[in-house]
């Protein structure tokens, strides 16, 4: 936000439901990706603004990706760190391939290595954890602790919920899957994600090009599932150059 900010751009960054500082909902056992979809047309609105470019990392970018979808008008491009689109008619394929200790199909931990996070028959997804393996350099004690008083103030219900339970709910989207606003798309050649089954082939045969026609993708060789914070400066100039070129 910082660098984009400097650039000139207003850099605005909402907390999702339940997340953060952010109220959660009513109900959240019927919370969906439209939820989300529907505060940000409410944010732009709120502070008129008829058009942005969509930042998303992980699970951010499905909400970003949805959103230029229904309302390609008042998107200039979306930004992707880390998995890429899929269309929301499919289904998630860890749900064949890969055996119920998945992480997904248990619970998300952070996971910033580059092998998938899977347990074995009879073990615990946070069995994983080697509670003495040092946190990585760049997330510190002081950022633990924020975010585990953040979600004292939200709890998990929404978490739980969103975004992996409504993953492999019908969204009810019955318009043209394709993505035809400019987007580009981040990775890191050390991301754990991109090890799912199917997604190299999926990228590398030109099938993501015929759902995204007007996508750039630019991987770096180091970075993993967090490449924004172990590349900030890389990131930053790849997203100011794209952003440069569609304003």
Known sequence: ???????????????????GLSDPPPEPEKTTF???????IGILDAL???KVFLIGKDFGGRPAYLFALLHPER???????????????????YDKSLPEGFYINRWQILFSRSELPIAAENQEIMDLVDSSTPLPPWF?????????????KSGFRTALRVPYRVMKEDLGITTDPTVKVPVLCIMGNKDYSCKFPGMADYINSGKLKEFVPNLEIV??????HFVQEQLPDQVNELILTFLGKHK
């Open 34 to 40: 439209h939820d989300l979809i529907d505060d940000l």
């Open 1 to 19: 936000m910082i660098a984009v900010a400097n650039a000139g751009y207003r850099a605005i960054a909402s907390d999702f439901r339940g997340y």
């Open 219 to 224: 991987s770096l060789p180091e970075g993993t």
């Open 140 to 152: 510190t004690e002081e950022d633990l602790e924020a975010y585990g008083k953040l979600y004292e």
């Open 75 to 93: 998107v200039s491009g979306v930004v992707k760190l880390g998995v890429p689109y899929t269309p929301p008619t499919s289904r998630p394929q």
């Open 48 to 50: 008129a603004i008829p």
